[in-house]
């Protein structure tokens, strides 16, 4: 069929009269349109042979290439191939060999080379030649070269190719120099080559030296792609196979044709259950993988079948990395019976990173006795600014350690590296020293790479010309050699090689570095392991060096001991950090390390590097190996695991469904900021719900703003998301604005890869909302509807206020004193004049809060600025629970506003004046303290009633405007029986920071003693700084046998009803600057209805206080004059409350507590549980949910509590913990509701959660948020 114009005639279908009058001649004409139609067309082609495709007439051949009758455009050619068969021993071959032509124009197909000008073909240093008839093919562009592995000498080394082209006499070489050997080289039987300018191969003609020719390998890795095959089987039961499995990569340009997958890297019997098979694969131009398909040959009996999980393609030259997703059966008896897949690359598992170059490297041993070694050598290349290649094995497997590095012997190898640039300025080159002979002398070290411009190449000389054994020379296994000479060898227009050999000048000098390790002073400090030692400085690092003899003790690393050690490494630079480890060997493994110092003794510089930490598996954070930096140092800290995680590939991935026109839309748009997301996902609790993908969320805003993908890993490298799990998750990405869409999705792509999500949430702290959608839905390949990722609207979603957050950079210097670092856990509470934070762990991230640190990090934190004070605690946990605070600076992100709190003393049972573990800073903001230090006069008076006194414990909290006191005990007293009936007890708290004015006071006591129950009339408290009395009535009882049963009571303060204050009101006055700012004093005048103030000289001071706020709307300039009459007259815009102020107008209000356990088996709890509500007025403080004479929380049961409180205000969340005491602790909470019995509104918060350390996320505590 094909599609032909015709011309029809179409006929005027205007009737009108009108019209036709109009259009007379129109009528008198045809209209002739034409017209596409689909009519068969038959066209018959002639291809001419005449002659024979027989194995015993003519040529032998059974393919031709025949052309169409009269084709004029395209001939037959006659191309001569010289097959060169390489002179090591065994190289010969008795295998059938084939090869496939390729050229501009097309390609032979693949031939079987038969007849040639030998009877005995491809033999040791022999020449054959074969003649093959295609059409012509243009000029040559590669030719892929294999044997079937047919007969018992099967392994064959090529030298090279030759390709005459008889058309035009033109001759194109296609060096080899490898082995097609299962047992040889990479383990591949066929070659893909690329042809070389014959100025290269005649090089070795001009040359005395043989093996010259050797290096045009080089030239050949450079036009050709490695492929890493790496290939699961799965962890099933006869997932292995013994068949032959095969294999074909298939790129947009071309494929690689069958790959037979004989030699695993990894193991000798390949393909078993649940192993990974590492296979090597070279191919020319195939463009870029678009699908690989992978079968077996179904031999090997009953062992046939093979469960395939993936295949893992890494091509170092492209900086690509290929996931291709399997999950199935290669069986005739499962599945779907197939034992050929095709499969194709997951875009969300593809892994970009920078391509790695061709080095090639010659190493020569020397001509001295025992020189040889079969040790694993390796290498790293060194570029300028201590840019390195990663540590490579020159050797890949036994027999390739023992072939090489023999006496006199010069071996090549060709390997893929990192770019170090243009300036190879030192390398490092070691051995394992394992074996029978490990000990090597080394000559020289030779490493050639292309130039990146023009054809050619440089080689740069190292020479060595010393031992690396451990008995011969200073007994060093590794050396940094610099190089002597630079040999350039470049193409030239007329087509002839030119060299130039330089000799380096200006390369580094090799220094001594004396290394002193001090062993700590505690028990058990010292170690039996062997250690080892990495110093990094600017221009580069010294790699891993044992420190083995120690020039001051026989027996190293012992407890107080100081052991001096010598290394020799090229000029580091600028040493500024050292890496340390042990291999926890011997008995006494754990160590405790004081000190390093390490002396450059060329320079006479010292870098002293403080430790004080424990390198063990029992203690700290049970590490073996540390990252230390040098004393002052001011840069950027990375600790090993943010190492590993900067070193790991970036992930790029990359939408198929994108569309071209939205990213470009994306290129132009300004850059968005980056603010905090928090995550929590919930998986179903069915069985097979459970997934190893990688989750990840995309946050969808308006106008098609969206964030990165944003890749939720599991912590502590934990594998994939457990059935019934709770897993929370923080993540930085764009700001898009308002939410619009949650994507929620996985990589995996094989069918077991199924995950079943029960619950989505989504918070945005800075917003101060949070999202949360139910989803109940599979995300898999085999389930539902099949996807893998799910958009999720937020109209569908939950929406919750929640608290709003600031950024605030957070930096905590850890003093310099002896043993000043600390493992415990630290806790931080900052108060503002807008309320206070939870108390917030700050995370040890390995090493922070070390001797002499800076450690810098961003935290969230509530928006109660202006801030006030901090308050620091720790929990003495930890091998070494004790800290030297020095200071903590707080900058919000926001305003730039910076807060300083100095401490500069311990925190410690043990240690300093105080022996405290806790601490209180006022805050400093432009050099001015924000709270001052004050003392507190306490008096309590205890009622006049019968029984009213108690022998109970008794604290109490402080609350005003500067936040809280914290919890204080009432103990020390005048009066040795304390809070008996009509009795003013008084206590005395001094040093402790101002709260300004006092709000409320929350009261209880423990219930212990013979008499525990207290009746409360009044506390009293002076601060003696403002010289002022707050009163606090009460006249209620704290009993649980008396009044409504609490023994917590809050109390507001009631200077407002008594006290005189002769009628003047106090007022804290904030000015807010514009544009034009000023240092000069202003005045100020207040009027109100009532009368006119006088004038107020505001002094221009950064102290802030607030208290009641009126605001005043200006935007004007105020003229600054001398004068009285210049002056600026605004009126008040709005009058704000401040948080303390409303604090002191609270009544007493009663809650209704309602908790609802859930409905499942072990739903309920013998735990204690206990609540706190926040509200706008502040928080209740912990409170028991207790009732006599019940079992409280069974199965869904529904319980009822009754608590007193100053009114909270809207509420605005709960916590609902318990201890985990009793035989069944887990508690699955259902929900709980909260009624303020003054006004009749109930909150319901909905949890359906459990509170179980084996279950869910591990935690026994719950923030609820509203449901409206």
């Not at 179904?298 to 890494?314: M, Q, R, T």
């Not at 451990?470 to 050396?479: M, P």
């Not at 809060?849 to 004070?869: C, H, S, W």
């Not at 700084?1025 to 008396?1042: E, G, S």
Request: with cysteine.
């Amino acid at each position: 069929m094909a599609m032909v114009q015709v011309e029809v005639k179409k006929p005027d279908t205007k009737k009108d009269k009108k019209k036709d009058k109009k259009k007379k001649k129109k009528e008198e004409e045809e209209e002739v349109e034409i017209v596409e139609e689909l009519q068969e067309v038959v066209e018959t082609f002639s291809f001419p042979c005449g002659r024979w495709l027989a194995r015993d007439e003519e040529d032998g051949e059974l393919v031709v290439e025949l052309l169409t009758e009269g084709n004029e455009d395209l001939e037959v050619s006659s191309y001569e191939v010289h097959v060169f068969t390489g002179t090591m021993w065994g190289a010969a071959t008795d295998a059938d060999v084939y090869v496939n032509i390729y050229g501009e124009i097309g390609d032979t197909g693949e031939r079987r080379l038969r007849k040639a000008n030998n009877l005995n073909k491809y033999e040791k240093g022999h020449e054959d030649i074969f003649n093959i008839t295609a059409v012509d093919l243009g000029t040559l562009k590669k030719l892929r070269i294999r044997h079937d592995n047919s007969q018992a000498s099967a392994g064959w080394f090529l030298d090279r190719v030759e390709i005459v082209d008889n058309k035009d006499d033109t001759t194109y070489f296609f060096p080899c120099k490898r082995w097609l050997a299962v047992d040889e080289d990479d383990g591949q039987l066929a070659r893909e080559l690329v042809p070389v300018d014959e100025a290269f191969m005649k090089k070795g003609d001009d040359s005395d030296d043989e093996d010259s020719e050797t290096t045009l390998g080089l030239e050949q890795k450079a036009m050709s792609t490695t492929y890493t095959m790496r290939i699961k089987t799965g962890d099933k039961k006869y997932g292995g196979t013994d068949a032959n499995i095969f294999m074909i990569l298939y790129g947009t340009k071309d494929d690689t044709g069958i790959i037979n997958l004989k030699a695993s890297k990894t193991h000798k019997n390949k393909f078993e259950r649940a192993m990974v098979d590492e296979f090597i694969v070279e191919a020319v131009d195939i463009g870029p993988l678009k699908k690989l398909r992978v079968g077996h040959d179904n031999c090997g009996g009953g062992s046939a079948g093979w469960f395939l999980d993936w295949v893992e393609i890494d091509a170092p030259s492209l900086g690509l990395k290929l996931h291709f997703p399997c999950g199935r059966w290669l069986d005739k008896g499962e599945d779907d019976g197939a034992i050929v897949r095709d499969l194709f690359p997951n875009s969300l598992q593809t892994e970009l990173y920078t391509p790695f170059v061709p080095y090639e490297i010659k190493v020569s041993t020397s001509d001295v006795f025992a020189a040889g070694t079969d040790a694993d050598v390796f290498i790293v290349l060194y570029g300028r600014d201590a840019v390195c290649t990663q540590q490579k094995s020159l050797c890949v497997n036994k027999r390739e350690r023992r072939m090489y590095f023999e006496r006199e012997a010069e071996d090549m190898f060709i390997v893929e590296l990192e770019d170090v640039g243009d300036v190879i300025e030192k390398i490092r080159i070691g051995h394992d020293n394992r074996g029978i002979n490990p000990g090597w002398h080394l000559d020289s070290v030779e490493i050639r790479r292309l130039l990146r411009k023009g054809k050619g190449s440089e080689t740069v000389i190292f020479p060595c010309e010393c031992w690396l054994a451990k008995s011969e020379d200073d007994g060093e296994t590794v050396r940094e050699l610099v190089p002597s000479d630079i040999i350039t060898e470049k193409l030239s227009r007329d087509g002839s090689l030119k060299f130039t050999e330089v000799e380096v000048d200006d390369a580094l000098e090799t220094h001594t570095y004396d290394v002193s390790v001090m062993t700590g002073d505690e028990y058990g400090g010292g170690t039996d392991a062997n250690v080892f030692l990495t110093i990094y400085g600017d221009q580069g690092d010294t790699g891993e060096r044992k420190l083995r003899k120690s020039e001051t003790n026989g027996n190293k690393f012992e407890r107080g001991s100081v052991d001096k050690f010598t290394i020799e490494a090229v000029d580091l630079g600028q040493v500024f950090r050292i890496k340390i480890r042990h291999d926890n060997s011997m008995m006494s493994a754990d160590w405790y390390l004081d000190q390093v110092e390490v002396v450059d003794v060329d320079t006479e510089e010292a870098y002293l590097f403080l430790c004080e930490r424990w390198l063990s598996r029992k203690r700290e954070d049970r590490r073996i190996d540390r990252v230390f930096y040098v004393k002052g140092y001011e840069g950027v800290r990375e600790s090993l695991n943010s190492k590993k995680k900067s070193s790991v590939v970036t992930v790029k991935s990359v939408d198929s469904n994108m569309n071209k026109k939205s990213k470009k839309k994306k290129e132009e748009e300004v850059e968005l900021p980056i603010i905090p997301y928090h995550f929590t996902i919930c998986t179903g609790p069915e069985r097979d719900a459970s997934t190893t993908s990688r989750a990840y969320v995309i946050i969808i805003g308006a106008n098609h703003t969206q964030t990165e993908r944003l890749w939720l890993d599991l912590p502590d490298e934990r594998q994939g998301f457990e059935a019934d799990s709770l897993e929370s998750f923080q993540s930085h990405g764009s700001d898009v604005g308002e939410i619009k869409k949650v994507e929620l999705g996985h990589d995996g792509a094989t069918p077991e890869s199924c995950w079943l999500v029960d619950e989505l949430s989504v918070a945005v702290p800075t917003k101060g909302v949070k999202y949360v959608f139910a989803c109940k839905c599979w995300l898999a390949k085999d389930r539902g509807d099949g996807l893998t990722s799910r958009v999720f609207n937020v109209l569908d979603a939950e929406a919750i206020c929640i608290s709003q957050q600031v950024i605030y950079e957070v930096t905590v210097v850890t003093g310099d004193v002896q043993n000043a670092g600390t493992d415990t856990q630290i806790f931080m509470s900052v108060f503002g004049s807008n309320g206070s934070t939870e108390e917030m762990l700050l995370q040890k991230n390995e090493d922070r809060f070390e001797r002499g640190q800076e450690d810098t990090f961003n935290m969230e934190i509530d928006d109660i600025a202006p801030l006030r004070k901090m308050r620091l605690r720790i929990d003495g946990s930890g091998s070494r629970p004790d800290w030297f605070l020095d200071q903590v600076i707080m900058r919000n992100l926001t305003t730039e506003e910076v807060s300083s709190f100095t401490y500069e003393e311990w925190l410690s049972r043990t240690r300093g004046p105080k022996r405290t573990m806790l601490c209180e800073m006022a805050a400093v903001v432009d050099e001015e303290l924000m709270v001052e230090l004050t003392t507190y006069t306490v008096q309590v008076k205890t009622s006049d009633s019968a029984g009213a006194g108690t022998d109970a414990n008794v604290w109490i909290i402080v609350f005003g405007e500067n936040g809280d006191t914290g919890t204080q005990a009432l103990k020390e007293c005048s009066k040795s029986n304390k809070f008996e009936r009509k009795q003013l007890d008084t206590f005395r708290f001094s040093e402790i920071l101002s709260m300004g004015e006092l709000s409320k006071i929350r009261v209880w006591h423990d219930n212990s003693g013979p008499a525990p129950g207290w009746h409360l009339e009044y506390i009293d408290v002076k601060d003696e700084i403002l010289d002022k009395t707050f009163r606090f009535p009460c006249d209620r009882w704290l009993a649980k046998n008396d009044d409504d049963g609490q023994i917590m009571r809050e109390l507001a303060c009631a200077n407002n009803d008594f006290l005189d204050l002769n009628e003047k009101t106090k007022y804290d006055i904030c000015i807010t600057t514009g544009d034009t700012e000023t240092k000069e004093n202003a005045w100020i005048v207040l009027e109100g209805r009532k009368g006119r103030s006088k004038e107020f000289v505001m002094e221009n001071s950064s102290k802030k206080k607030r208290f009641l706020r009126y605001i005043f709307t200006c935007n004007a300039l105020i003229p600054l004059s001398p004068k009285r009459d210049d002056f600026l007259t605004v009126e008040c815009s709005k009058a704000i409350e401040s948080f303390a102020s409303k604090a002191r107008s609270l009544v007493p209000v009663k809650y209704e507590i309602i908790v609802v356990t859930g409905d499942e088996k072990g739903a309920g709890t013998d735990a204690n549980g206990f609540i706190t509500i926040y509200g706008t007025n502040g928080d209740s403080g912990q409170r028991p949910l207790r009732q006599k004479f019940r079992n409280l929380f069974e199965r869904e049961q529904t319980d009822r509590f009754l608590l007193e409180m100053l009114d909270m205000g809207e509420l605005q969340k709960v916590r609902v913990e318990h201890d985990n005491a009793g035989t069944n602790p887990s508690w699955l909470l259902d929900r709980v509701e909260v009624t303020n019995t003054a006004n009749g509104v109930t909150t319901i918060f909905l949890c359906g959660k459990w509170l179980d350390t084996k279950r869910a996320d591990g935690l026994i505590a719950r923030v609820l948020y509203p449901k409206y």
